[in-house]
């Protein structure tokens, strides 16, 4: 007996620190977030598709160097239009589980 699975669940990687980045663009839900910990750590996400004007943050995780683990519960953060984020620290890196992909 052969079993088949589909999901709209996917992860994003992110490591581009110091300036806006489009991770996503269209409808999603941001489900979980992790983050690697390096001082002055810090992620902001933006409901956008636009670098150059974001807009207002919809989360911001101020997270050090003690690292970051979020599993957001309900049905997550939404993102109507796409993800925009924004790494600030040393170096490291953010990875997001969405749904919607």
Avoid: H
């Amino acid at each position: 007996m052969s079993t088949t699975f589909t999901s709209d669940q996917t992860t994003i990687n992110m490591t581009t620190v110091g300036s806006n980045q489009l991770a996503r663009t269209g409808r999603c839900r941001i489900t979980s977030i992790q983050g690697e910990g390096i001082a002055g750590s810090t992620i902001v996400f933006y409901d956008s598709t636009s670098t150059v004007s974001p807009g207002t943050a919809i989360a911001t995780y101020n997270y050090n160097t003690e690292g970051l683990e979020v599993y957001v519960p309900g049905s997550g953060i939404l993102c109507k239009d796409g993800i925009v984020y924004n790494l600030a620290g040393a170096g490291g890196s953010v990875t997001i589980t969405i749904t919607g992909a």
